[in-house]
């Protein structure tokens, strides 16, 4: 019997599976954010209080936790990117979805967040 995954363990995986692919966030690393520790707790636990309090913990898995954490500003940018070819392009977003190995339900509600968004600002101008 598999246990559920909690909604941080599966946005983790999610990640974990995609940093190769999205690693570019539009901005550099702060390499000292995060505290490297032989004796601390592994990346997935530390981006468990990273993500869910917001509290950095010592890490003995620092570069895979950068990396995971650079995964999720990547995609994030990505999509707000998307977003605006969408618009631009009248591309419909399940092109965008596939680029993504069994997307986590969030990534089609940012995407929707970012419409809304989007729209907002330009009718704002």
Same mark, same amino acid.
């Given at each position: 019997?598999?246990?559920?995954?909690?909604?941080? &363990?599966?946005?983790?995986?999610?990640?974990?599976?995609?940093?190769?692919?999205?690693?570019?966030?539009?901005?550099?690393?702060?390499?000292?954010?995060?505290?490297?520790?032989? +004796?601390?707790? +592994?990346?997935?636990?530390?981006?468990?209080?990273?993500?869910?309090?917001?509290?950095?913990?010592?890490?003995?898995?620092?570069?895979?936790?950068?990396?995971?954490?650079?995964?999720?500003?990547?995609? +994030?940018?990505?999509?707000?990117?998307?977003? &605006?070819?969408?618009?631009?392009?009248?591309?419909?977003? &399940?092109?965008?979805?596939?680029?993504?190995?069994?997307?986590?339900?969030?990534?089609?509600?940012?995407? &929707?967040?970012?419409?809304?968004?989007?729209?907002? +600002?330009?009718?704002?101008?």
């Amino acid at each position: 019997m598999t246990k559920k995954l909690k909604a941080w &363990e599966c946005d983790y995986q999610f990640y974990k599976r995609h940093m190769n692919k999205f690693n570019f966030c539009g901005s550099a690393d702060d390499e000292t954010k995060f505290k490297e520790d032989a +004796n601390g707790i +592994n990346a997935k636990q530390a981006f468990k209080w990273l993500d869910s309090n917001g509290i950095i913990m010592p890490c003995r898995e620092v570069s895979l936790l950068r990396s995971v954490m650079r995964c999720k500003a990547s995609i +994030n940018f990505h999509i707000k990117m998307w977003v &605006e070819g969408f618009y631009d392009m009248c591309q419909p977003i &399940e092109d965008y979805l596939h680029s993504f190995d069994n997307p986590p339900d969030w990534v089609r509600i940012s995407f &929707e967040n970012q419409k809304r968004k989007y729209w907002y +600002n330009r009718l704002k101008e």
